[in-house]
């Protein structure tokens, strides 16, 4: 299994980027997806999910800003992100549940049992 982020890089406040999240290694399907992130200093952050349900979830900083999305045929996972501010500068990674339990939230975690190397977002203000 793996997963591969791109997108990252830099940009002003107010500015957009959209991370890719390209999986390999097994059958992409329905299976709970999220983006985290993590900037110095700070614990890792749930911020969007796309549980195995079609449901997304949010963190309450990026409400509005943030859209996650999925396109199966390319084994891509998605995340759109507009109106970004220097808050949002950190590390994203891209993670997949593959075991389905679903006992925690996509935004914990714990929920996730593999993980990309992660793409750079710097906000500048």
């Known amino acids: 299994v793996q997963l591969v982020e791109s997108g990252g890089g830099s940009v002003q406040s107010g500015g957009s980027l959209r991370l890719s999240c390209a999986a390999s290694?097994?059958?992409?399907?329905?299976?709970?997806m999220g983006w985290f992130r993590q900037a110095p200093g700070k614990e890792r952050e749930g911020v969007a999910g796309l549980d195995s349900d079609g449901s997304t979830w949010y963190a309450d900083s990026v409400k509005g800003r943030f859209t996650i999305s999925q396109d199966k045929a390319k084994n891509t996972l998605y995340l759109q992100m507009n109106s970004l501010k220097p808050e949002d500068t950190a590390m994203y990674y891209c993670?997949?549940?593959?075991?389905?339990?679903?006992?925690?939230?996509?935004?914990?975690?714990?929920?996730?049992?593999?993980w990309g190397q992660g793409t750079q977002v710097t906000v500048s203000s």
């Open positions: 290694g097994y059958a992409y399907s329905n299976y709970c």
């Open positions: 993670a997949a549940d593959l075991l389905g339990y679903r006992l925690l939230t996509p935004l914990i975690a714990g929920r996730y049992n593999h």
